[in-house]
Protein backbone atom coordinates (compact mmCIF):
# COMPACT_ATOMS: atom_id res chain seq x y z
CA UNK A 1 0.00 0.00 0.00
CA UNK A 2 0.77 3.79 -0.93
CA UNK A 3 1.00 5.71 1.93
CA UNK A 4 0.89 9.48 1.44
CA UNK A 5 0.52 11.85 4.43
CA UNK A 6 -3.14 14.00 3.66
CA UNK A 7 -1.93 17.28 1.96
CA UNK A 8 1.24 15.21 0.65
CA UNK A 9 0.46 15.86 -3.49
CA UNK A 10 2.67 14.99 -5.61
CA UNK A 11 4.01 18.96 -5.95
CA UNK A 12 4.16 18.68 -2.41
CA UNK A 13 6.75 15.95 -1.65
CA UNK A 14 8.85 15.99 -5.34
CA UNK A 15 9.22 20.03 -4.15
CA UNK A 16 10.31 18.74 -0.62
CA UNK A 17 13.85 18.39 -2.75
CA UNK A 18 13.83 21.07 -5.32
CA UNK A 19 16.45 22.79 -3.68
CA UNK A 20 19.06 19.89 -3.66
CA UNK A 21 21.58 19.97 -6.38
CA UNK A 22 21.73 17.73 -8.81
CA UNK A 23 25.34 17.26 -9.66
CA UNK A 24 24.41 14.77 -12.74
CA UNK A 25 25.53 16.04 -15.98
CA UNK A 26 22.36 16.68 -17.91
CA UNK A 27 23.80 14.47 -21.25
CA UNK A 28 21.67 11.43 -20.53
CA UNK A 29 19.73 12.07 -17.78
CA UNK A 30 16.26 10.85 -18.29
CA UNK A 31 14.86 11.28 -15.06
CA UNK A 32 14.44 14.14 -12.78
CA UNK A 33 16.54 14.10 -8.86
CA UNK A 34 13.27 15.43 -7.14
CA UNK A 35 11.01 12.26 -8.49
CA UNK A 36 14.05 9.51 -7.78
CA UNK A 37 14.10 11.09 -4.22
CA UNK A 38 10.32 11.10 -3.71
CA UNK A 39 9.90 7.52 -4.78
CA UNK A 40 12.69 6.61 -2.75
CA UNK A 41 10.97 8.05 0.29
CA UNK A 42 7.82 6.81 0.14
CA UNK A 43 9.29 3.41 -1.34
CA UNK A 44 10.90 3.08 2.47
CA UNK A 45 7.34 4.31 4.10
CA UNK A 46 5.81 1.64 2.21
CA UNK A 47 7.80 -0.99 4.00
CA UNK A 48 10.62 -2.27 1.33
CA UNK A 49 14.07 -2.80 3.04
CA UNK A 50 16.29 -3.23 0.26
CA UNK A 51 16.74 -1.68 -3.03
CA UNK A 52 15.15 -4.52 -5.21
CA UNK A 53 12.60 -4.74 -2.91
CA UNK A 54 12.10 -0.75 -4.39
CA UNK A 55 11.72 -2.21 -7.35
CA UNK A 56 9.48 -5.00 -7.73
CA UNK A 57 7.28 -1.98 -5.72
CA UNK A 58 7.95 -0.09 -8.51
CA UNK A 59 6.80 -2.70 -10.89
CA UNK A 60 3.55 -3.75 -8.64
CA UNK A 61 2.31 0.14 -8.47
CA UNK A 62 3.59 1.53 -11.78
CA UNK A 63 0.08 2.64 -12.71
CA UNK A 64 -0.82 3.97 -9.52
CA UNK A 65 2.90 5.78 -9.38
CA UNK A 66 2.75 7.18 -12.96
CA UNK A 67 -0.93 8.30 -12.37
CA UNK A 68 0.26 10.50 -9.42
CA UNK A 69 3.54 11.39 -10.21
CA UNK A 70 2.79 11.92 -14.15
CA UNK A 71 6.32 11.61 -14.78
CA UNK A 72 7.59 12.92 -18.45
CA UNK A 73 7.33 10.29 -21.13
CA UNK A 74 5.14 8.43 -18.47
CA UNK A 75 7.98 6.54 -17.66
CA UNK A 76 9.35 5.79 -13.92
CA UNK A 77 13.05 5.05 -12.95
CA UNK A 78 14.68 1.86 -11.99
CA UNK A 79 15.63 1.02 -8.39
CA UNK A 80 19.62 1.20 -10.15
CA UNK A 81 18.61 4.82 -11.13
CA UNK A 82 17.70 6.17 -7.79
CA UNK A 83 20.58 4.19 -6.11
CA UNK A 84 23.01 6.05 -8.91
CA UNK A 85 20.79 9.24 -7.80
CA UNK A 86 21.14 8.81 -3.66
CA UNK A 87 25.31 7.99 -3.94
CA UNK A 88 25.90 11.79 -5.20
CA UNK A 89 22.92 13.27 -2.43
CA UNK A 90 24.04 13.93 0.83
CA UNK A 91 22.40 12.40 3.45
CA UNK A 92 21.90 15.60 6.09
CA UNK A 93 20.61 17.48 3.08
CA UNK A 94 18.18 15.01 1.86
CA UNK A 95 17.26 14.71 5.68
CA UNK A 96 17.16 18.85 5.73
CA UNK A 97 14.35 18.35 3.52
CA UNK A 98 12.86 16.31 5.27
CA UNK A 99 12.76 17.70 8.25
CA UNK A 100 11.36 21.23 6.64
CA UNK A 101 8.65 19.03 5.24
CA UNK A 102 7.03 18.20 8.45
CA UNK A 103 8.08 21.41 10.22
CA UNK A 104 9.04 19.17 13.11
CA UNK A 105 11.04 22.09 15.32
CA UNK A 106 11.69 21.79 19.51
CA UNK A 107 9.65 23.62 21.28
CA UNK A 108 10.60 25.65 24.96
CA UNK A 109 9.92 22.58 27.43
CA UNK A 110 10.16 19.70 25.07
CA UNK A 111 12.06 16.86 25.96
CA UNK A 112 15.31 15.77 23.79
CA UNK A 113 16.67 12.36 24.21
CA UNK A 114 20.30 11.56 22.53
CA UNK A 115 20.98 7.71 21.94
CA UNK A 116 23.22 6.07 19.71
CA UNK A 117 22.98 3.16 18.03
CA UNK A 118 25.75 0.73 15.95
CA UNK A 119 24.07 -0.92 12.54
CA UNK A 120 25.16 -3.83 12.65
CA UNK A 121 25.00 -5.36 9.32
CA UNK A 122 26.44 -1.78 7.63
CA UNK A 123 30.61 -2.99 7.93
CA UNK A 124 32.11 -3.48 4.83
CA UNK A 125 35.25 -5.75 4.60
CA UNK A 126 36.15 -5.45 0.81
CA UNK A 127 38.44 -2.31 -0.47
CA UNK A 128 37.44 -2.91 -3.74
CA UNK A 129 34.34 -0.70 -3.41
CA UNK A 130 34.91 2.40 -5.65
CA UNK A 131 32.32 4.37 -3.43
CA UNK A 132 32.86 3.34 0.42
CA UNK A 133 36.45 2.42 1.98
CA UNK A 134 36.28 -0.75 4.06
CA UNK A 135 34.79 0.42 7.56
CA UNK A 136 33.30 -1.32 10.86
CA UNK A 137 29.63 -1.29 11.90
CA UNK A 138 28.31 2.62 11.44
CA UNK A 139 27.15 4.25 15.00
CA UNK A 140 24.42 6.52 14.41
CA UNK A 141 22.97 8.99 17.16
CA UNK A 142 18.89 9.43 17.05
CA UNK A 143 17.55 12.42 18.16
CA UNK A 144 13.66 12.03 19.88
CA UNK A 145 11.18 14.20 20.69
CA UNK A 146 9.75 12.70 23.03
CA UNK A 147 6.54 14.63 23.63
CA UNK A 148 5.27 14.25 20.37
CA UNK A 149 7.61 10.94 18.85
CA UNK A 150 9.04 12.28 16.05
CA UNK A 151 12.36 11.64 15.27
CA UNK A 152 15.18 14.46 13.90
CA UNK A 153 18.04 14.16 12.15
CA UNK A 154 20.39 11.84 12.93
CA UNK A 155 24.17 11.98 13.10
CA UNK A 156 27.36 10.14 12.71
CA UNK A 157 30.12 9.28 15.63
CA UNK A 158 32.80 7.71 16.19
CA UNK A 159 32.43 4.49 16.51
CA UNK A 160 35.02 4.76 19.63
CA UNK A 161 33.10 8.02 20.93
CA UNK A 162 29.41 8.05 21.91
CA UNK A 163 25.87 10.17 21.69
CA UNK A 164 27.35 13.39 24.15
CA UNK A 165 29.86 13.86 21.79
CA UNK A 166 26.63 15.22 19.11
CA UNK A 167 25.26 17.31 21.67
CA UNK A 168 27.61 20.54 20.36
CA UNK A 169 26.46 19.88 16.82
CA UNK A 170 22.84 19.21 17.57
CA UNK A 171 22.74 22.54 19.66
CA UNK A 172 24.51 24.48 17.10
CA UNK A 173 22.67 23.10 14.12
CA UNK A 174 18.58 23.50 15.59
CA UNK A 175 19.74 27.02 17.67
CA UNK A 176 17.44 25.09 20.29
CA UNK A 177 16.44 27.02 23.47
CA UNK A 178 14.65 25.87 26.45
CA UNK A 179 14.92 22.06 25.93
CA UNK A 180 15.81 19.31 28.40
CA UNK A 181 18.58 17.00 26.59
CA UNK A 182 18.09 13.90 27.95
CA UNK A 183 20.66 11.03 28.01
CA UNK A 184 21.13 7.55 29.52
CA UNK A 185 24.93 8.20 31.41
CA UNK A 186 26.10 11.89 32.64
CA UNK A 187 29.32 11.95 30.93
CA UNK A 188 31.18 15.29 32.28
CA UNK A 189 30.89 18.60 33.35
CA UNK A 190 32.03 20.32 30.22
CA UNK A 191 29.03 19.17 28.38
CA UNK A 192 26.52 19.55 31.15
CA UNK A 193 27.77 23.08 30.75
CA UNK A 194 28.03 23.99 27.17
CA UNK A 195 23.58 22.65 27.48
CA UNK A 196 23.40 25.09 30.49
CA UNK A 197 25.27 28.10 28.73
CA UNK A 198 22.75 27.45 25.61
CA UNK A 199 19.83 28.11 27.44
CA UNK A 200 19.20 24.15 27.74
CA UNK A 201 18.56 21.56 30.19
CA UNK A 202 19.45 18.35 31.09
CA UNK A 203 18.40 15.07 32.49
CA UNK A 204 21.07 12.82 32.52
CA UNK A 205 21.55 8.95 34.67
CA UNK A 206 24.36 9.11 37.46
CA UNK A 207 26.20 5.84 36.90
CA UNK A 208 29.43 4.60 38.07
CA UNK A 209 31.93 6.62 35.49
CA UNK A 210 31.22 9.30 38.23
CA UNK A 211 32.38 7.44 41.04
CA UNK A 212 33.01 10.41 43.79
CA UNK A 213 29.55 11.80 42.36
CA UNK A 214 27.89 8.63 42.53
CA UNK A 215 29.10 7.66 46.09
CA UNK A 216 27.91 11.00 47.73
CA UNK A 217 24.85 11.06 45.95
CA UNK A 218 24.05 7.29 47.41
CA UNK A 219 25.51 8.11 51.02
CA UNK A 220 23.43 11.42 51.07
CA UNK A 221 20.22 10.99 49.11
CA UNK A 222 17.21 12.49 51.59
CA UNK A 223 13.49 11.40 49.66
CA UNK A 224 11.76 14.96 50.13
CA UNK A 225 9.11 14.06 47.71
CA UNK A 226 7.92 10.25 46.52
CA UNK A 227 5.72 8.93 43.94
CA UNK A 228 4.96 5.09 43.23
CA UNK A 229 3.72 3.24 40.39
CA UNK A 230 2.57 -0.44 39.87
CA UNK A 231 2.09 -1.77 36.27
CA UNK A 232 1.14 -5.69 35.17
CA UNK A 233 2.16 -6.25 31.73
CA UNK A 234 4.31 -8.85 29.78
CA UNK A 235 3.84 -11.54 32.65
CA UNK A 236 5.42 -9.35 35.00
CA UNK A 237 4.55 -6.71 37.27
CA UNK A 238 6.83 -3.99 37.84
CA UNK A 239 6.54 -1.53 41.31
CA UNK A 240 8.51 1.91 40.79
CA UNK A 241 9.47 4.74 43.29
CA UNK A 242 10.30 7.85 42.48
CA UNK A 243 12.06 10.29 45.08
CA UNK A 244 13.75 13.44 44.65
CA UNK A 245 15.80 15.77 47.12
CA UNK A 246 16.83 19.02 46.34
CA UNK A 247 19.43 19.30 49.34
CA UNK A 248 22.96 19.74 47.67
CA UNK A 249 24.74 20.85 50.63
CA UNK A 250 27.12 17.63 50.68
CA UNK A 251 26.81 17.02 47.43
CA UNK A 252 30.19 17.53 45.28
CA UNK A 253 29.43 20.22 42.59
CA UNK A 254 28.22 19.70 39.43
CA UNK A 255 27.12 22.46 37.08
CA UNK A 256 24.05 23.45 36.61
CA UNK A 257 22.51 20.38 39.17
CA UNK A 258 19.25 21.66 40.77
CA UNK A 259 17.14 18.15 41.70
CA UNK A 260 19.02 14.82 42.36
CA UNK A 261 16.13 11.66 41.36
CA UNK A 262 16.48 8.38 42.54
CA UNK A 263 14.63 5.69 40.75
CA UNK A 264 13.64 2.39 42.79
CA UNK A 265 12.25 -0.85 41.07
CA UNK A 266 11.38 -4.44 41.22
CA UNK A 267 9.86 -6.76 38.99
CA UNK A 268 7.73 -9.62 40.19
CA UNK A 269 7.54 -12.57 37.56
CA UNK A 270 4.56 -14.40 37.15
CA UNK A 271 5.32 -18.00 36.34
CA UNK A 272 2.99 -20.96 35.96
CA UNK A 273 0.89 -19.07 39.16
CA UNK A 274 4.32 -18.53 40.97
CA UNK A 275 5.08 -15.09 41.97
CA UNK A 276 8.90 -14.44 41.29
CA UNK A 277 10.80 -11.50 43.28
CA UNK A 278 13.40 -10.13 41.43
CA UNK A 279 15.67 -7.51 43.92
CA UNK A 280 15.09 -4.33 43.90
CA UNK A 281 17.40 -1.44 41.49
CA UNK A 282 18.17 1.55 42.42
CA UNK A 283 19.53 3.99 39.72
CA UNK A 284 19.80 7.73 40.38
CA UNK A 285 19.44 10.82 37.73
CA UNK A 286 20.84 14.27 37.65
CA UNK A 287 18.52 17.22 36.68
CA UNK A 288 19.40 21.27 36.06
CA UNK A 289 15.59 22.29 36.53
CA UNK A 290 12.88 21.49 39.32
CA UNK A 291 9.65 19.91 38.91
CA UNK A 292 7.79 17.40 40.96
CA UNK A 293 8.36 13.62 41.94
CA UNK A 294 5.51 12.16 39.58
CA UNK A 295 6.69 14.63 36.38
CA UNK A 296 10.24 13.43 36.65
CA UNK A 297 9.03 10.00 36.93
CA UNK A 298 6.96 10.84 33.72
CA UNK A 299 9.84 12.24 32.09
CA UNK A 300 12.64 9.38 32.51
CA UNK A 301 10.03 6.78 31.61
CA UNK A 302 9.22 8.58 28.56
CA UNK A 303 13.01 8.69 28.09
CA UNK A 304 13.31 5.43 27.03
CA UNK A 305 10.80 5.29 24.31
CA UNK A 306 13.81 6.04 21.78
CA UNK A 307 14.79 2.69 22.30
CA UNK A 308 11.16 0.93 21.84
CA UNK A 309 9.36 3.98 19.64
CA UNK A 310 12.71 4.39 17.32
CA UNK A 311 15.52 1.61 17.38
CA UNK A 312 13.31 -1.25 18.09
CA UNK A 313 10.64 -0.42 15.23
CA UNK A 314 13.62 -0.22 12.84
CA UNK A 315 15.30 -2.71 13.85
CA UNK A 316 12.07 -5.52 14.15
CA UNK A 317 9.49 -3.62 11.59
CA UNK A 318 12.12 -1.92 9.48
CA UNK A 319 14.94 -4.64 9.15
CA UNK A 320 17.65 -2.06 9.92
CA UNK A 321 19.96 -4.59 11.63
CA UNK A 322 19.64 -7.58 9.01
CA UNK A 323 20.09 -4.94 6.41
CA UNK A 324 23.76 -5.43 4.42
CA UNK A 325 23.34 -1.33 2.87
CA UNK A 326 26.86 -0.62 3.62
CA UNK A 327 28.15 2.09 1.01
CA UNK A 328 28.69 4.39 3.78
CA UNK A 329 26.49 7.34 2.19
CA UNK A 330 23.85 4.93 1.44
CA UNK A 331 23.70 3.91 4.80
CA UNK A 332 23.23 7.06 6.74
CA UNK A 333 20.29 7.96 3.90
CA UNK A 334 18.42 4.73 4.49
CA UNK A 335 18.44 6.21 8.26
CA UNK A 336 16.46 9.02 7.40
CA UNK A 337 14.35 7.37 5.02
CA UNK A 338 13.18 4.79 7.96
CA UNK A 339 12.72 7.61 10.23
CA UNK A 340 10.59 9.69 7.82
CA UNK A 341 8.30 6.66 7.46
CA UNK A 342 7.66 6.43 11.28
CA UNK A 343 7.41 10.34 11.49
CA UNK A 344 4.69 9.32 8.79
CA UNK A 345 2.97 6.75 10.61
CA UNK A 346 2.54 8.63 14.10
CA UNK A 347 1.53 12.10 12.21
CA UNK A 348 -1.68 9.49 11.00
CA UNK A 349 -1.86 8.50 14.18
CA UNK A 350 -0.98 4.76 13.94
CA UNK A 351 0.81 2.98 17.08
CA UNK A 352 1.64 -0.15 15.24
CA UNK A 353 4.34 0.52 12.63
CA UNK A 354 3.51 -3.02 10.85
CA UNK A 355 0.14 -2.13 10.79
CA UNK A 356 0.77 1.13 9.09
CA UNK A 357 3.45 -0.32 6.55
CA UNK A 358 0.98 -2.72 5.44
Known amino acids: MLWVQEGMTTLAIVEAFKDLPDPRRKEGKRHQQT ?71 PKAGEMIAVDGKVLRGSYQFEDDNPNSDSHPAIQLVSVYLVERGLILEPYEVDRKSNEIKTLPVVIKQLALKGVVFAFDAINSQKNCELIIDSGNHYLAALKGNQPKLFESVKEQFVREETVTSVNKEHGRIECRTVSICTNLDNIPKWVGLNTIIQVESQRTLIRDNYFVEQPIHTRYYLASFSDTASGFAARIRS ?12 DVTQGEDKSRIRTSTLINTWVVARNFAINLYRSNFFDNMAQAQR
Open 35 to 105: LCLALFTLGVSAGNQGFLAIGDWLKSYKTELIELFAPPKLRLPSYSTIRRVLLNVDYQAYSACLASFFEVQ
Open 303 to 314: YWGVENKVHYVR
